[in-house]
Structures are given as structure tokens and as C-alpha cells.
């Protein structure tokens, strides 16, 4: 199970400017996140693992149980054809949740849909996140593309909307859409709705809580001289200081984006989005802080082949299995790491800290890097597919979803299902945040995206030199 679906896409296109900054982030922080921090428990006993160890069970009969508010809520066309018992609909459905709690918190909502609605069926496949962008291409490209499909905004959706592949839902979702406040806005094109995101979270460290001990380190490192510190004490102490999943490229990316976002202006970052240019030289002192940090050898012995989320080998496994002290990746990472362990209370030992700030920078202090999750239909599903987002985007469904530890609901309201505290805390801090950049592989486009992780990937197999991202980023736009 993974979420990040968006990082290696092979059709090119660019980000709309406006989708480049989830934000102008007040709008969104304040339709989103004002009444999440306010119901999110500033404290509590509640553990990561009571949240990804969520039973499918327990999934199945929440969003059944739910099931009855959110039917009733479905409104349109299709709800009414279904309710009447009309012809026979069969939704095929491509979403990248190969694991639990996600596997089956989507074939619970699939299931409670059915049964209020038992004309429409479900073909559900689930996909590696590493597969699912070629898959989705020729699936797309087909006589016979699925009709709902993972779907996580920004440039790849642009691309594939403009190739007229992807549904207008404008229409279908007019009654609805406002229960997710601004979250939406990275799904949309020319100001007509192609998508919806059901989940919209932040990267930041997930650590092993005992490994910090046993090296000395009391608090979570809050600056960049403290993280390298931090390094230096785990390598000390006999530990693995960072699991990263290189092989994959898009985690590695992860790092110069969020220097960029420390080292750069919002002013610059937008303009970056605008223009594709970054001649700024805060990209390059994002280069120069990740080679400062590769030179500090944090990462696990043939990180370069590893993998992010595929068996216990796997950056998360090494997280989920006490190999290694602490992992740069998004809100997802628990549910993962899940699968990769037989231990399961491996969570209750996790805790989460945001990226740590670069004193004396030009970028913002607190700033987010971070995505969503989301679905659309294709241009030639049926209506049935839009009244099925509708009934997913439930207020009782997306609840669940909080409650299962698999992803930060977007329904204004829903986030009162997050019980688990390092969860409640990514969330506080994803609403505070002065804003939330969208991650930079996305922001720029599929292919000019697709450079800047190869180069960052050969910054830290020693390859490029800290300059060499931004010139790849510069030399693939301008090919375009």
C-alpha cells in the first residue's frame, strides 16, 4: 500500500500556477484545518498502532455501519437509477491500496454501496504505487479504461484531462463539493472539477522512539544543525540514522524539495511554478544542504538499490523492523509499514517530527511539503462513478478513514476520527503551517518532475553535483 502515486507519470504536462502552492494556504488552512486543529486532542493515550492495526473487520463495519447516512446522502442521477433498481453497472476501480488498512477500507465503502445500491458492482484492482502511473496511462489510452482511478492532481491530472481522458464533474458534484473546503483546488482545470481528493497530508520523520534514547537525544530535532547532531549521536550509538528507499527516486526528492521550501522565498516557489525557471540561487544552496547531509553518510548500506515500501527490506520495513532510527516520508508511512513487520505493536514505538527549519533562510519558517489523494472518472465511466465519490466523501466514510490511520480526511468535520496521537499531531501541523507546497516533482510537470528526481538521485549516489538539480530541472523544461 502506498499513496504516493504521482512521482514517476510518463505523459508531460505542467502544473497550473495556482495549483503549484496548496494555497494561498490561509484559504485552504482555514476551510480545512480550522475546525481539525480545534477537535484534535492536543494530547492523549491513544498509539499509532492502535490506528494502523485497525482489523478490516473493524473497517468493514464502521463504513457499513455508516454506510445508511452516506447512501442517503447520494444524490443525482445515478442515485436514483440505482435506487429505482436500475440496469446492472459494473465500476471497475484502480486504486493504489495493496495493503491494509487501505485494501480494506476501500472494499468496505465499495461493499456498503452495493448493498444500497445492488444494481452497481465493483471490479476492484489494486496497484503497486510504483506501477500504477504506466498503468493508468495505457489503461487510460484503452477501448476499455477503468472508470474510477487514482488520481492525485497537479500536472499528471492536467495531462490527462487535456488529452480529454478524464470526466467533467462539475455538475455531479455542485450539491457536495464544498464540504472539503479549498482541498479540492489541485483537481481542478479552468475552474470545472476533474477529481477529488480524499486525503491531504505532509511529509515529515517518522522515528523509532528507542533508538533516539539509546543515542541521547531527548527531543526531536526542531533545525538543520540539530539533524545533522542527531546523525552524528545514532552513528555513535550503533544505529542506522535514516532509511531512505533510493531506488524508487521519488523519496529521495523528498529532501531537496523540502530544502528547496527552507532555502526559498514563497515568492520564489511560486514563480518557479509559474515559469519553470530556478535560477534563484536558493535552489542551489537546497543542493549544496543535501550534499552537506550525504556527506554525513545517514542513510542504510545499499540505500541506491533499496526499495521505499516493497518487503521487510524497504525503507519502511527497516523502520517497522528496528533497523534503522527514522524515515523522511508522508502520513501514509504506519500503514505501510504495516505489512512489513510481524510485530505488531511496532507502532507504539513510532513518533513524527516535521522537517527541521534552516536558520537565518529566506523561506518560511513552519512551511509544509505534502500532496493529496484523490480519485476521478474517466471520460467514458458511467454516472454511477460520480455518485460513488459522492458516497465515499461521505462525512460518516471519510470519518472512518481517520479512524483506520490510513489517511487525513478532507470533509470538513471527519477529522474527528483520528485518534492516534503522531496522526493528530502531523494534522496540527499540516493546519498550521503558513502553507503547504505541493511536492515540486508534481509541481513542475510529469517530465521536467521526472528529471529533478533522477538528479537528485544522482546527488546522493555522488554523481551531480549540488548546482546539477537545478540545471536539470532548467534544461527538461526547456526541452519542452
Known sequence: MATRSDST?????????????????????????????TATPAGGTSTTGAAAATTAGAATSAAAAGSSAAAGSTS??????????????????????TADPGKSYFQSVADAYTKAHPNVTFKIQPIQNEQLDTKLSLGLESNSPPDIIQSNGGGKLRAFVNAGKIQDITAATKSWISTIGATGAGWTNDGKVYGIPFSLGVVGFWYNKD???????????????????DIGKLKAAGETPIAVGAKDKWPNAFYWDYLAVRECSKEVLTKAADTLKIDDPCWTRAGTDLKQLVGAKPFQTGFLGTPAQTGAGSSAGLIANDKAAMELQGHWDPGVMQGLTSNKNFATNLGWFPFPDIAGSAGVPGAALGGGDGFSCSVKAPPECASFLQFLMSKANQTQLGVTGFGLPTVIGAETGIKDQNLANLLKFRNTAPFVQLYLDTTFGVDVGNALNDAVTGLLAGSVKPEGVAKAVSDAAASQ
Do not use: E
Not at 503549484?20 to 482555514?30: G, I
Not at 436500475?86 to 491500496?97: C, E, F, I, Q, S
Not at 533508538?211 to 547532531?229: E, R, S, V, Y
Open 9 to 37: 507519470a510518463r505523459s508531460g504536462a505542467r502544473l497550473l500556477p495556482a495549483l503549484s502552492l496548496f494555497t494561498a494556504s490561509a484559504a485552504l488552512l482555514t476551510a480545512c484545518g480550522t475546525s481539525s486543529s
Open 76 to 97: 443525482g442521477t445515478a442515485a436514483t437509477s440505482a435506487a429505482a433498481g436500475g440496469k446492472p453497472v459494473t465500476l471497475t476501480w484502480w486504486h493504489n491500496a
Open 211 to 229: 533508538q533516539f534514547t539509546k543515542a541521547g537525544i531527548t527531543t526531536p530535532p526542531a533545525t538543520w544543525t540539530d539533524l545533522l547532531a
